[in-house]
Protein backbone atom coordinates (compact mmCIF):
# COMPACT_ATOMS: atom_id res chain seq x y z
CA UNK A 1 0.00 0.00 0.00
CA UNK A 2 2.97 2.17 0.57
CA UNK A 3 5.88 2.58 -1.46
CA UNK A 4 6.80 5.96 0.30
CA UNK A 5 8.26 5.35 3.66
CA UNK A 6 5.15 4.20 6.01
CA UNK A 7 4.32 7.29 8.95
CA UNK A 8 5.23 4.70 11.64
CA UNK A 9 6.77 1.53 12.05
CA UNK A 10 7.68 -0.75 14.94
CA UNK A 11 10.64 -2.79 14.59
CA UNK A 12 10.89 -5.84 17.07
CA UNK A 13 9.03 -3.75 19.89
CA UNK A 14 9.20 -5.92 22.92
CA UNK A 15 8.47 -4.47 26.43
CA UNK A 16 8.85 -6.36 29.68
CA UNK A 17 7.49 -5.34 33.48
CA UNK A 18 9.69 -6.97 35.80
CA UNK A 19 9.64 -10.77 34.79
CA UNK A 20 6.40 -10.06 32.47
CA UNK A 21 6.98 -10.00 29.00
CA UNK A 22 4.23 -7.84 27.68
CA UNK A 23 5.14 -7.57 24.19
CA UNK A 24 7.56 -9.53 22.34
CA UNK A 25 9.09 -8.83 18.96
CA UNK A 26 6.42 -6.63 17.84
CA UNK A 27 7.00 -5.25 14.78
CA UNK A 28 4.32 -3.23 12.01
CA UNK A 29 3.47 -0.30 10.35
CA UNK A 30 1.27 2.39 9.20
CA UNK A 31 0.73 4.41 6.28
CA UNK A 32 -0.36 8.19 5.89
CA UNK A 33 -4.54 7.67 5.23
CA UNK A 34 -4.11 4.26 6.58
CA UNK A 35 -6.38 3.27 9.06
CA UNK A 36 -5.67 0.00 11.35
CA UNK A 37 -7.87 -1.66 13.92
CA UNK A 38 -6.08 -2.96 16.34
CA UNK A 39 -7.63 -6.33 17.66
CA UNK A 40 -6.78 -8.57 20.78
CA UNK A 41 -8.23 -10.40 23.75
CA UNK A 42 -8.08 -8.32 27.15
CA UNK A 43 -4.49 -8.52 28.83
CA UNK A 44 -2.92 -8.86 25.05
CA UNK A 45 -0.75 -6.13 25.10
CA UNK A 46 -2.73 -3.64 23.13
CA UNK A 47 -2.72 -0.89 25.61
CA UNK A 48 0.74 -1.48 26.38
CA UNK A 49 1.30 -0.98 22.32
CA UNK A 50 -0.80 1.77 22.59
CA UNK A 51 1.32 3.82 25.51
CA UNK A 52 4.65 2.48 23.16
CA UNK A 53 3.11 4.52 20.43
CA UNK A 54 1.95 7.28 21.72
CA UNK A 55 5.00 7.90 24.30
CA UNK A 56 3.58 7.04 27.76
CA UNK A 57 6.31 3.88 28.02
CA UNK A 58 9.13 3.36 26.41
CA UNK A 59 10.10 -0.04 24.65
CA UNK A 60 12.67 -1.97 26.73
CA UNK A 61 13.44 -3.08 23.00
CA UNK A 62 13.10 -2.34 19.51
CA UNK A 63 12.82 0.61 17.62
CA UNK A 64 10.55 3.11 16.61
CA UNK A 65 10.21 5.14 13.46
CA UNK A 66 8.26 7.70 12.77
CA UNK A 67 7.64 10.06 10.17
CA UNK A 68 11.27 8.72 8.94
CA UNK A 69 13.35 9.31 11.80
CA UNK A 70 13.89 6.86 15.15
CA UNK A 71 12.19 8.61 18.10
CA UNK A 72 12.78 7.67 21.51
CA UNK A 73 9.58 9.27 22.99
CA UNK A 74 9.84 9.51 27.01
CA UNK A 75 6.28 11.18 27.42
CA UNK A 76 2.91 11.49 25.66
CA UNK A 77 3.65 15.44 25.60
CA UNK A 78 6.88 14.29 22.75
CA UNK A 79 4.92 11.94 21.31
CA UNK A 80 2.50 15.03 21.19
CA UNK A 81 4.63 17.73 19.84
CA UNK A 82 5.40 15.37 16.96
CA UNK A 83 1.41 14.87 16.46
CA UNK A 84 0.95 11.44 17.83
CA UNK A 85 -1.66 11.59 19.87
CA UNK A 86 -4.24 9.15 22.03
CA UNK A 87 -7.50 10.52 21.80
CA UNK A 88 -9.62 9.87 24.82
CA UNK A 89 -13.46 10.02 24.38
CA UNK A 90 -14.32 13.35 26.77
CA UNK A 91 -10.92 13.44 28.84
CA UNK A 92 -9.59 16.46 26.55
CA UNK A 93 -12.70 18.14 26.61
CA UNK A 94 -13.75 20.93 28.77
CA UNK A 95 -17.71 20.77 28.64
CA UNK A 96 -18.15 23.72 30.38
CA UNK A 97 -16.92 26.06 28.01
CA UNK A 98 -18.15 26.57 24.18
CA UNK A 99 -16.73 24.57 21.38
CA UNK A 100 -14.21 27.13 20.02
CA UNK A 101 -12.78 27.63 23.56
CA UNK A 102 -12.01 23.68 23.40
CA UNK A 103 -10.61 23.46 19.85
CA UNK A 104 -8.18 26.37 21.30
CA UNK A 105 -7.40 25.42 24.70
CA UNK A 106 -3.87 26.36 25.64
CA UNK A 107 -3.42 28.06 22.18
CA UNK A 108 -5.97 30.78 21.60
CA UNK A 109 -5.28 33.72 19.48
CA UNK A 110 -5.05 36.89 21.53
CA UNK A 111 -4.31 40.34 20.76
CA UNK A 112 -2.07 42.60 23.43
CA UNK A 113 -3.86 45.99 24.36
CA UNK A 114 -1.67 47.68 26.39
CA UNK A 115 0.33 44.42 27.25
CA UNK A 116 -2.27 43.10 28.12
CA UNK A 117 -3.74 39.89 26.20
CA UNK A 118 -6.95 39.48 25.45
CA UNK A 119 -8.79 36.92 23.91
CA UNK A 120 -10.13 37.20 19.63
CA UNK A 121 -12.99 35.01 20.09
CA UNK A 122 -14.46 36.26 16.38
CA UNK A 123 -10.96 35.17 14.54
CA UNK A 124 -10.87 31.75 16.72
CA UNK A 125 -14.74 31.27 15.78
CA UNK A 126 -14.06 31.87 12.13
CA UNK A 127 -10.86 29.13 12.36
CA UNK A 128 -12.95 26.54 13.90
CA UNK A 129 -16.20 27.00 11.67
CA UNK A 130 -13.68 26.72 8.86
CA UNK A 131 -11.60 23.68 10.22
CA UNK A 132 -15.42 21.65 10.87
CA UNK A 133 -16.94 22.43 7.74
CA UNK A 134 -13.60 21.24 5.49
CA UNK A 135 -13.84 18.11 7.85
CA UNK A 136 -17.75 17.87 7.03
CA UNK A 137 -18.64 17.80 10.51
CA UNK A 138 -21.79 19.85 11.50
CA UNK A 139 -22.22 20.98 15.00
CA UNK A 140 -25.33 23.28 15.85
CA UNK A 141 -23.90 26.77 17.17
CA UNK A 142 -19.42 26.86 18.00
CA UNK A 143 -20.84 29.03 21.16
CA UNK A 144 -22.61 25.97 23.07
CA UNK A 145 -21.35 24.58 25.85
CA UNK A 146 -19.80 21.13 24.60
CA UNK A 147 -21.83 19.93 27.63
CA UNK A 148 -24.72 20.10 25.40
CA UNK A 149 -23.02 18.47 22.02
CA UNK A 150 -23.68 14.68 21.57
CA UNK A 151 -20.63 12.01 22.16
CA UNK A 152 -20.55 11.87 18.63
CA UNK A 153 -19.84 15.44 18.52
CA UNK A 154 -17.63 15.62 21.45
CA UNK A 155 -15.42 13.13 19.09
CA UNK A 156 -16.02 15.40 16.43
CA UNK A 157 -14.23 18.53 18.25
CA UNK A 158 -11.56 16.13 19.39
CA UNK A 159 -10.60 14.80 16.14
CA UNK A 160 -10.65 17.80 14.44
CA UNK A 161 -8.79 19.56 16.84
CA UNK A 162 -6.52 17.09 16.21
CA UNK A 163 -6.07 17.37 13.11
CA UNK A 164 -6.05 21.24 13.23
CA UNK A 165 -3.25 21.40 15.10
CA UNK A 166 -0.81 19.25 13.23
CA UNK A 167 -1.65 15.77 14.21
CA UNK A 168 -0.06 12.46 11.98
CA UNK A 169 -1.31 9.92 13.92
CA UNK A 170 -4.08 9.29 16.17
CA UNK A 171 -4.45 6.37 18.39
CA UNK A 172 -8.25 6.00 19.43
CA UNK A 173 -8.76 3.80 22.55
CA UNK A 174 -12.21 1.96 21.97
CA UNK A 175 -13.78 5.41 20.97
CA UNK A 176 -17.33 4.44 20.50
CA UNK A 177 -17.36 2.46 24.42
CA UNK A 178 -20.18 4.86 25.02
CA UNK A 179 -22.02 6.12 21.45
CA UNK A 180 -25.16 4.76 20.46
CA UNK A 181 -25.56 2.77 17.14
CA UNK A 182 -26.19 6.20 14.95
CA UNK A 183 -23.53 8.02 16.80
CA UNK A 184 -21.36 5.05 16.34
CA UNK A 185 -22.11 4.92 12.36
CA UNK A 186 -21.17 8.54 12.13
CA UNK A 187 -17.88 7.73 14.20
CA UNK A 188 -17.19 5.84 11.56
CA UNK A 189 -17.21 7.75 8.61
CA UNK A 190 -15.62 10.63 10.61
CA UNK A 191 -12.60 7.86 10.81
CA UNK A 192 -12.61 7.70 7.03
CA UNK A 193 -12.76 11.31 6.49
CA UNK A 194 -9.89 12.07 9.22
CA UNK A 195 -7.83 9.48 7.35
CA UNK A 196 -8.70 10.81 4.00
CA UNK A 197 -6.70 13.97 5.09
CA UNK A 198 -3.62 12.14 5.50
CA UNK A 199 -3.84 10.99 8.71
CA UNK A 200 -2.62 7.83 10.31
CA UNK A 201 -5.46 6.88 12.38
CA UNK A 202 -4.83 3.00 15.07
CA UNK A 203 -8.24 2.28 16.41
CA UNK A 204 -8.17 -0.21 19.64
CA UNK A 205 -11.67 -2.21 19.55
CA UNK A 206 -13.18 -5.28 20.82
CA UNK A 207 -16.33 -5.13 18.06
CA UNK A 208 -15.19 -6.94 15.18
CA UNK A 209 -18.09 -4.96 12.65
CA UNK A 210 -16.32 -1.79 13.42
CA UNK A 211 -13.22 -3.14 12.49
CA UNK A 212 -14.92 -4.57 9.25
CA UNK A 213 -16.51 -1.13 8.61
CA UNK A 214 -13.37 0.92 8.44
CA UNK A 215 -9.87 -0.37 8.65
CA UNK A 216 -7.78 -0.75 6.08
CA UNK A 217 -5.87 -3.34 8.15
CA UNK A 218 -6.20 -5.11 11.11
CA UNK A 219 -3.30 -5.92 13.38
CA UNK A 220 -4.31 -8.63 16.00
CA UNK A 221 -2.06 -8.72 19.05
CA UNK A 222 -2.07 -12.12 21.34
CA UNK A 223 0.19 -13.17 24.11
CA UNK A 224 2.28 -9.66 23.44
CA UNK A 225 2.76 -11.00 19.82
CA UNK A 226 1.87 -10.12 16.30
CA UNK A 227 -0.83 -13.06 15.91
CA UNK A 228 -1.83 -11.32 12.41
CA UNK A 229 -1.55 -8.66 10.16
CA UNK A 230 -4.36 -8.82 7.14
CA UNK A 231 -5.92 -6.34 4.72
CA UNK A 232 -9.69 -6.29 5.17
CA UNK A 233 -10.10 -7.11 1.66
CA UNK A 234 -8.32 -10.58 2.13
CA UNK A 235 -9.56 -11.13 5.54
CA UNK A 236 -12.90 -12.45 7.30
CA UNK A 237 -14.41 -12.20 10.77
CA UNK A 238 -14.32 -16.21 11.42
CA UNK A 239 -10.54 -15.59 10.39
CA UNK A 240 -9.78 -13.01 12.92
CA UNK A 241 -11.50 -14.32 15.56
CA UNK A 242 -9.09 -17.56 15.00
CA UNK A 243 -6.24 -15.23 15.05
CA UNK A 244 -7.92 -13.19 18.54
CA UNK A 245 -8.42 -16.60 20.20
CA UNK A 246 -5.06 -18.86 18.95
CA UNK A 247 -7.23 -21.41 17.67
CA UNK A 248 -6.01 -23.07 14.69
CA UNK A 249 -2.73 -20.51 14.69
CA UNK A 250 -1.78 -22.39 11.74
CA UNK A 251 -0.39 -21.72 7.96
CA UNK A 252 -2.33 -18.70 7.37
CA UNK A 253 -0.83 -16.48 10.54
CA UNK A 254 2.55 -18.03 9.89
CA UNK A 255 2.46 -16.69 6.27
CA UNK A 256 1.30 -13.42 7.45
CA UNK A 257 4.26 -12.92 9.55
CA UNK A 258 6.43 -13.86 6.62
CA UNK A 259 4.57 -11.11 4.55
CA UNK A 260 5.22 -8.71 7.23
CA UNK A 261 9.04 -9.31 7.43
CA UNK A 262 8.63 -8.65 3.71
CA UNK A 263 7.36 -5.10 4.26
CA UNK A 264 10.83 -3.88 5.52
CA UNK A 265 13.65 -5.37 4.40
CA UNK A 266 15.87 -3.08 5.92
CA UNK A 267 15.13 -4.37 9.20
CA UNK B 1 -9.48 16.02 41.60
CA UNK B 2 -9.62 12.62 39.19
CA UNK B 3 -12.80 11.04 40.43
CA UNK B 4 -14.34 14.20 40.32
CA UNK B 5 -14.01 14.63 36.44
CA UNK B 6 -14.91 10.92 36.09
CA UNK B 7 -18.23 11.06 38.02
CA UNK B 8 -19.13 14.03 35.90
CA UNK B 9 -18.41 12.31 33.32
CA UNK B 10 -20.55 9.58 34.37
CA UNK B 11 -23.53 11.94 35.52
CA UNK B 12 -23.45 13.72 32.09
CA UNK B 13 -23.73 10.27 30.33
CA UNK B 14 -26.96 9.58 32.27
CA UNK B 15 -28.01 13.14 32.08
CA UNK B 16 -27.95 12.89 27.90
CA UNK B 17 -30.25 10.15 27.80
CA UNK B 18 -32.31 11.19 30.61
CA UNK B 19 -32.69 14.76 29.01
CA UNK B 20 -33.74 13.20 25.48
CA UNK B 21 -36.57 11.49 27.36
CA UNK B 22 -37.72 13.97 29.74
CA UNK B 23 -37.95 16.99 26.83
CA UNK B 24 -40.03 15.26 24.03
CA UNK B 25 -43.14 15.48 25.02
CA UNK B 26 -42.55 19.06 26.33
CA UNK B 27 -41.97 20.38 23.05
CA UNK B 28 -45.22 20.49 21.38
CA UNK B 29 -43.88 21.75 17.92
CA UNK B 30 -43.91 19.09 15.47
CA UNK B 31 -39.97 17.64 14.70
CA UNK B 32 -39.37 19.18 11.29
CA UNK B 33 -36.27 17.46 10.10
CA UNK B 34 -37.41 13.63 10.36
CA UNK B 35 -34.25 11.92 9.44
CA UNK B 36 -32.29 13.67 12.78
CA UNK B 37 -33.43 11.25 15.16
CA UNK B 38 -32.47 13.35 18.30
CA UNK B 39 -34.71 16.22 17.87
CA UNK B 40 -33.42 17.92 21.25
CA UNK B 41 -31.20 20.14 19.18
CA UNK B 42 -33.49 21.45 17.59
CA UNK B 43 -36.79 21.87 18.87
CA UNK B 44 -35.75 23.40 22.00
CA UNK B 45 -33.06 25.39 20.94
CA UNK B 46 -35.01 28.62 21.87
CA UNK B 47 -36.47 27.22 25.07
CA UNK B 48 -33.16 26.27 26.21
CA UNK B 49 -31.39 29.59 25.52
CA UNK B 50 -33.96 31.36 27.13
CA UNK B 51 -34.08 29.28 30.32
CA UNK B 52 -30.20 28.89 30.41
CA UNK B 53 -30.28 32.34 30.13
CA UNK B 54 -32.83 32.91 32.87
CA UNK B 55 -30.22 30.27 34.86
CA UNK B 56 -26.71 32.42 34.49
CA UNK B 57 -28.50 35.70 35.60
CA UNK B 58 -30.83 34.41 37.93
CA UNK B 59 -29.55 36.24 40.60
CA UNK B 60 -30.18 39.48 38.77
CA UNK B 61 -33.93 38.51 38.56
CA UNK B 62 -33.91 38.05 41.97
CA UNK B 63 -32.15 41.45 43.06
CA UNK B 64 -34.58 43.01 40.90
CA UNK B 65 -37.39 41.00 42.73
CA UNK B 66 -36.75 41.57 46.38
CA UNK B 67 -35.52 45.58 45.71
CA UNK B 68 -39.06 45.86 44.04
CA UNK B 69 -40.59 44.01 47.47
CA UNK B 70 -39.01 45.78 49.41
CA UNK B 71 -39.48 49.15 48.08
CA UNK B 72 -43.36 48.61 48.09
CA UNK B 73 -43.91 47.24 51.62
CA UNK B 74 -41.31 48.48 53.57
CA UNK B 75 -41.86 52.26 54.24
CA UNK B 76 -38.85 54.34 53.23
CA UNK B 77 -36.84 51.60 51.60
CA UNK B 78 -37.21 53.48 48.16
CA UNK B 79 -34.89 55.93 48.22
CA UNK B 80 -31.61 56.82 46.72
CA UNK B 81 -29.91 56.80 50.07
CA UNK B 82 -30.70 53.54 51.05
CA UNK B 83 -29.60 52.17 47.53
CA UNK B 84 -26.65 54.08 47.75
CA UNK B 85 -25.71 52.74 51.49
CA UNK B 86 -26.48 48.88 49.83
CA UNK B 87 -23.69 49.36 47.66
CA UNK B 88 -21.80 50.86 50.60
CA UNK B 89 -21.87 47.92 52.20
CA UNK B 90 -21.19 45.72 49.62
CA UNK B 91 -17.41 46.93 49.44
CA UNK B 92 -15.96 44.37 51.94
CA UNK B 93 -17.84 41.32 50.92
CA UNK B 94 -17.74 42.61 47.22
CA UNK B 95 -14.22 42.74 47.34
CA UNK B 96 -13.58 39.16 49.10
CA UNK B 97 -16.29 37.48 46.62
CA UNK B 98 -13.70 38.14 44.31
CA UNK B 99 -11.05 36.04 45.03
CA UNK B 100 -13.32 33.46 46.56
CA UNK B 101 -14.86 33.35 43.07
CA UNK B 102 -11.78 32.91 41.29
CA UNK B 103 -10.79 29.58 43.66
CA UNK B 104 -14.14 28.08 43.40
CA UNK B 105 -14.87 28.32 39.64
CA UNK B 106 -10.80 27.27 39.40
CA UNK B 107 -12.51 24.30 41.36
CA UNK B 108 -10.75 24.82 45.13
CA UNK B 109 -11.99 26.63 47.64
CA UNK B 110 -10.57 29.67 49.99
CA UNK B 111 -11.87 30.06 53.69
CA UNK B 112 -9.17 32.19 54.70
CA UNK B 113 -10.58 35.37 53.41
CA UNK B 114 -12.02 36.53 56.26
CA UNK B 115 -8.61 36.43 58.25
CA UNK B 116 -6.29 37.60 55.90
CA UNK B 117 -8.68 40.60 55.43
CA UNK B 118 -8.32 41.45 59.02
CA UNK B 119 -4.65 40.72 59.07
CA UNK B 120 -3.87 43.31 56.29
CA UNK B 121 -6.34 45.55 58.41
CA UNK B 122 -5.13 44.99 61.41
CA UNK B 123 -1.22 45.69 59.90
CA UNK B 124 -2.08 48.64 58.23
CA UNK B 125 -3.62 49.36 61.36
CA UNK B 126 -0.36 48.93 63.64
CA UNK B 127 1.70 50.73 61.01
CA UNK B 128 -0.25 53.73 60.20
CA UNK B 129 -3.17 54.36 62.86
CA UNK B 130 -2.02 57.03 65.53
CA UNK B 131 -3.52 55.76 68.15
CA UNK B 132 -4.51 52.52 70.37
CA UNK B 133 -1.76 49.90 68.98
CA UNK B 134 -1.37 52.20 65.89
CA UNK B 135 2.60 52.94 65.73
CA UNK B 136 1.38 56.17 63.05
CA UNK B 137 4.41 55.88 60.95
CA UNK B 138 4.07 59.12 58.56
CA UNK B 139 5.33 60.05 55.10
CA UNK B 140 6.48 63.33 53.97
CA UNK B 141 4.45 64.00 51.71
CA UNK B 142 1.28 63.16 53.87
CA UNK B 143 -0.26 61.47 50.82
CA UNK B 144 2.39 58.85 50.32
CA UNK B 145 0.54 56.66 52.64
CA UNK B 146 -1.74 55.89 50.67
CA UNK B 147 0.11 53.57 48.01
CA UNK B 148 2.34 51.91 50.78
CA UNK B 149 -0.70 51.20 52.63
CA UNK B 150 -1.94 49.67 50.12
CA UNK B 151 0.85 47.78 48.82
CA UNK B 152 1.93 46.19 52.34
CA UNK B 153 -2.14 45.08 52.84
CA UNK B 154 -1.74 43.60 49.21
CA UNK B 155 1.70 42.20 50.19
CA UNK B 156 0.55 40.67 53.50
CA UNK B 157 -2.91 38.83 51.44
CA UNK B 158 -0.33 37.53 48.46
CA UNK B 159 2.08 36.14 51.65
CA UNK B 160 -0.85 34.26 52.66
CA UNK B 161 -2.42 33.35 49.77
CA UNK B 162 1.03 31.98 48.32
CA UNK B 163 1.65 29.78 51.63
CA UNK B 164 -2.04 28.20 50.69
CA UNK B 165 -0.98 27.20 47.34
CA UNK B 166 2.26 25.83 48.13
CA UNK B 167 0.24 23.15 50.35
CA UNK B 168 -2.49 23.18 47.65
CA UNK B 169 -0.57 23.00 44.83
CA UNK B 170 2.51 21.52 45.65
CA UNK B 171 2.04 19.16 48.81
CA UNK B 172 -1.46 18.44 47.22
CA UNK B 173 -3.09 18.94 50.09
CA UNK B 174 -7.07 19.43 50.28
CA UNK B 175 -7.35 22.79 49.62
CA UNK B 176 -10.93 23.22 52.01
CA UNK B 177 -8.47 22.19 54.93
CA UNK B 178 -5.51 24.11 54.22
CA UNK B 179 -7.36 27.47 54.01
CA UNK B 180 -9.44 26.41 57.45
CA UNK B 181 -5.84 26.26 58.87
CA UNK B 182 -4.91 29.95 57.45
CA UNK B 183 -8.64 30.98 58.45
CA UNK B 184 -7.79 29.99 62.11
CA UNK B 185 -4.00 31.10 62.34
CA UNK B 186 -4.71 34.50 60.57
CA UNK B 187 -6.75 35.47 62.61
CA UNK B 188 -4.80 34.09 65.51
CA UNK B 189 -2.16 36.26 64.54
CA UNK B 190 -4.33 39.15 64.22
CA UNK B 191 -5.45 38.71 68.07
CA UNK B 192 -1.78 38.09 68.83
CA UNK B 193 -0.38 41.27 66.90
CA UNK B 194 -2.59 43.59 68.40
CA UNK B 195 -2.81 41.83 71.51
CA UNK B 196 -6.27 41.99 71.70
CA UNK B 197 -6.65 46.01 71.20
CA UNK B 198 -7.55 48.22 68.49
CA UNK B 199 -5.47 50.58 66.30
CA UNK B 200 -7.41 54.19 65.54
CA UNK B 201 -7.19 57.23 63.65
CA UNK B 202 -6.09 56.23 60.51
CA UNK B 203 -4.41 59.38 58.27
CA UNK B 204 -6.56 61.89 56.64
CA UNK B 205 -5.73 60.96 53.12
CA UNK B 206 -6.77 57.39 54.11
CA UNK B 207 -9.90 58.04 55.44
CA UNK B 208 -10.80 60.74 52.46
CA UNK B 209 -11.39 57.12 50.49
CA UNK B 210 -14.05 56.35 53.17
CA UNK B 211 -15.76 60.36 53.05
CA UNK B 212 -15.45 61.28 50.11
CA UNK B 213 -18.36 60.43 47.58
CA UNK B 214 -18.93 60.38 43.71
CA UNK B 215 -22.99 60.04 43.15
CA UNK B 216 -23.85 59.35 46.48
CA UNK B 217 -21.35 56.66 46.90
CA UNK B 218 -17.92 56.18 48.94
CA UNK B 219 -14.74 55.87 46.87
CA UNK B 220 -14.28 53.10 48.16
CA UNK B 221 -17.27 51.62 47.03
CA UNK B 222 -16.36 52.21 43.69
CA UNK B 223 -12.79 50.67 44.39
CA UNK B 224 -15.21 47.68 44.98
CA UNK B 225 -16.97 47.73 41.85
CA UNK B 226 -14.08 48.77 39.96
CA UNK B 227 -12.18 45.67 41.16
CA UNK B 228 -15.14 43.40 39.87
CA UNK B 229 -14.97 44.91 36.49
CA UNK B 230 -11.48 44.38 36.21
CA UNK B 231 -11.73 41.08 37.29
CA UNK B 232 -14.37 40.24 35.06
CA UNK B 233 -13.12 41.10 32.24
CA UNK B 234 -9.99 38.83 32.97
CA UNK B 235 -12.23 36.00 33.37
CA UNK B 236 -14.14 36.62 30.16
CA UNK B 237 -11.44 38.00 28.04
CA UNK B 238 -8.12 36.57 28.57
CA UNK B 239 -6.06 33.71 28.68
CA UNK B 240 -5.92 33.56 32.12
CA UNK B 241 -9.50 33.47 32.77
CA UNK B 242 -10.36 31.02 30.19
CA UNK B 243 -7.89 28.33 31.22
CA UNK B 244 -9.37 29.16 35.00
CA UNK B 245 -12.88 28.02 33.95
CA UNK B 246 -11.47 25.08 31.90
CA UNK B 247 -9.28 24.05 35.15
CA UNK B 248 -12.61 24.29 37.31
CA UNK B 249 -14.09 22.31 34.41
CA UNK B 250 -11.55 19.60 33.55
CA UNK B 251 -7.87 19.70 34.84
CA UNK B 252 -7.03 16.92 33.20
CA UNK B 253 -7.98 18.10 29.43
CA UNK B 254 -6.43 21.56 30.75
CA UNK B 255 -3.40 20.01 31.42
CA UNK B 256 -3.25 17.51 28.52
CA UNK B 257 -3.73 20.78 26.63
CA UNK B 258 -0.71 21.88 27.61
CA UNK B 259 -2.07 24.55 29.79
CA UNK B 260 0.11 25.33 33.28
CA UNK B 261 -2.68 23.84 35.89
CA UNK B 262 -0.13 24.26 38.64
CA UNK B 263 1.12 27.39 37.89
CA UNK B 264 -2.26 29.07 36.65
CA UNK B 265 -4.08 27.79 40.50
CA UNK B 266 -1.08 28.97 42.49
CA UNK B 267 -0.87 32.21 40.81
CA UNK B 268 -4.76 31.97 41.75
CA UNK B 269 -4.41 31.68 45.27
CA UNK B 270 -2.55 34.77 45.35
CA UNK B 271 -4.16 36.50 43.73
CA UNK B 272 -6.66 35.82 46.04
CA UNK B 273 -5.18 36.48 48.79
CA UNK B 274 -4.01 39.80 47.95
CA UNK B 275 -7.80 40.71 46.92
CA UNK B 276 -8.77 39.66 50.37
CA UNK B 277 -5.45 42.23 51.45
CA UNK B 278 -7.16 44.73 49.32
CA UNK B 279 -10.69 44.57 51.27
CA UNK B 280 -8.93 44.57 54.46
CA UNK B 281 -7.21 47.75 53.25
CA UNK B 282 -10.48 49.08 52.57
CA UNK B 283 -12.19 48.05 55.73
CA UNK B 284 -9.14 49.46 57.81
CA UNK B 285 -9.94 52.95 56.11
CA UNK B 286 -13.46 52.26 56.89
CA UNK B 287 -13.28 51.91 60.45
CA UNK B 288 -10.15 54.12 60.57
CA UNK B 289 -8.57 51.42 62.09
CA UNK B 290 -8.85 47.31 62.78
CA UNK B 291 -10.00 45.36 65.52
CA UNK B 292 -9.14 42.45 66.70
CA UNK B 293 -12.57 40.69 65.54
CA UNK B 294 -12.75 43.06 62.42
CA UNK B 295 -15.15 41.62 59.92
CA UNK B 296 -16.14 37.96 61.54
CA UNK B 297 -18.26 36.20 59.80
CA UNK B 298 -17.88 37.85 56.26
CA UNK B 299 -16.84 34.70 55.38
CA UNK B 300 -19.91 33.05 55.52
CA UNK B 301 -21.64 36.30 53.72
CA UNK B 302 -19.11 35.86 50.73
CA UNK B 303 -19.96 32.93 50.60
CA UNK B 304 -23.10 32.87 50.20
CA UNK B 305 -23.14 35.86 47.99
CA UNK B 306 -20.56 33.62 45.49
CA UNK B 307 -23.19 30.79 45.57
CA UNK B 308 -25.80 32.72 45.14
CA UNK B 309 -24.44 34.66 42.22
CA UNK B 310 -24.10 31.82 40.36
CA UNK B 311 -20.47 30.44 41.00
CA UNK B 312 -21.32 26.41 40.75
CA UNK B 313 -19.51 24.74 44.12
CA UNK B 314 -18.81 22.10 41.25
CA UNK B 315 -16.26 24.34 39.83
CA UNK B 316 -15.88 25.95 36.01
CA UNK B 317 -19.15 28.21 36.15
CA UNK B 318 -19.41 31.44 36.95
CA UNK B 319 -19.46 35.31 36.36
CA UNK B 320 -18.71 38.21 38.44
CA UNK B 321 -21.05 40.39 37.81
CA UNK B 322 -23.24 38.25 39.00
CA UNK B 323 -21.57 37.25 42.36
CA UNK B 324 -21.21 41.43 42.64
CA UNK B 325 -25.12 41.31 42.36
CA UNK B 326 -25.38 38.32 44.94
CA UNK B 327 -23.64 40.62 47.32
CA UNK B 328 -26.03 43.56 46.28
CA UNK B 329 -29.16 40.80 47.25
CA UNK B 330 -27.41 39.96 50.79
CA UNK B 331 -27.11 43.66 51.31
CA UNK B 332 -30.17 44.33 50.67
CA UNK B 333 -32.08 41.81 52.80
CA UNK B 334 -29.84 43.34 55.45
CA UNK B 335 -30.88 46.69 54.91
CA UNK B 336 -34.40 45.63 55.18
CA UNK B 337 -33.96 43.73 58.65
CA UNK B 338 -32.71 46.99 59.66
CA UNK B 339 -35.44 49.45 58.29
CA UNK B 340 -38.04 46.79 59.83
CA UNK B 341 -36.56 47.47 62.98
CA UNK B 342 -35.53 43.77 63.57
CA UNK B 343 -33.02 42.90 66.11
CA UNK B 344 -29.63 42.21 64.74
CA UNK B 345 -29.49 38.68 65.72
CA UNK B 346 -32.18 37.95 62.93
CA UNK B 347 -29.57 39.13 60.20
CA UNK B 348 -27.45 36.10 61.52
CA UNK B 349 -30.59 33.45 60.99
CA UNK B 350 -31.40 34.82 58.19
CA UNK B 351 -27.82 34.96 56.55
CA UNK B 352 -27.46 31.19 57.33
CA UNK B 353 -30.75 30.11 55.86
CA UNK B 354 -29.10 32.47 52.47
CA UNK B 355 -26.18 30.00 52.51
CA UNK B 356 -28.85 26.88 52.55
CA UNK B 357 -30.83 28.49 50.09
CA UNK B 358 -27.76 29.60 48.08
CA UNK B 359 -26.52 25.97 48.23
CA UNK B 360 -29.80 24.48 47.36
CA UNK B 361 -30.02 26.66 43.85
CA UNK B 362 -27.42 25.35 42.66
CA UNK B 363 -28.34 21.81 43.34
CA UNK B 364 -31.39 23.19 42.16
CA UNK B 365 -30.25 24.76 38.83
CA UNK B 366 -27.38 21.76 37.87
CA UNK B 367 -30.23 19.59 38.05
CA UNK B 368 -32.17 21.92 35.52
CA UNK B 369 -29.11 22.14 33.48
CA UNK B 370 -28.85 18.39 33.38
CA UNK B 371 -32.25 17.90 32.46
CA UNK B 372 -31.68 20.61 29.27
CA UNK B 373 -28.10 19.14 28.22
Sequence with gaps: MTTEAPLLRLENISRSFGAIQALRDISFEIGRGEVVALLGDNGAGKSTLVKIISGGLEPSSGRVIYDGAERHFTSPADGKAAGIETVYQDLSLCTNVDVVANFFMGREIVKKYLGVPVLQEKAMEEIVAKALSDAGTKIPSLRTNVEHLSGGQRQAIELNRFVHWGGKLVLLDEPFAALGVEQTRRGLELIRRIADQGIGVIFITHIMSQAFQVADRMVVIRQGKVAGDVRRSETSADEIVQLITGEALGGRARSIDQDNGQAHPAA | ?373
Excluded at chain 2, 11 to 26: R, S, T, V
Excluded at chain 2, 44 to 60: K, P, Q, T
Excluded at chain 2, 110 to 118: F, G, N, Q
Design chain 2, 1 to 373: MLPRVVAGLAADGAGQFQAAALLKPASLKPVRHRRNTRSRSMVSSNRRAAIEFVLDHLVWFILIAVLALFSLTIPNYFQIGIFANIVEQSTFVGTLAIGLSLLIIAGYMDLSIESVMALAAMVVGILFAKSGVGLGIAFTPEWLVVPISLAVALAIGAMVGASNALFVVKLKMNSFIVTLAAYIWGRGLVVALSGGRSAQELPAELRFLAIQRFLQIPLMAWIAIIATLVFAFILNRTPFGRHLLMIGGNPTAAYRAGIKVDRLTATTFVLAGAIAGLAGWLLAIRTSGATANLGVGMLFQTFAAVVIGGVSLKGGVGSLPGVYAGVLLLASIQTAINLMGMPAHFTQLIQGGMVLVAVLLDTFKLSIRKRLA
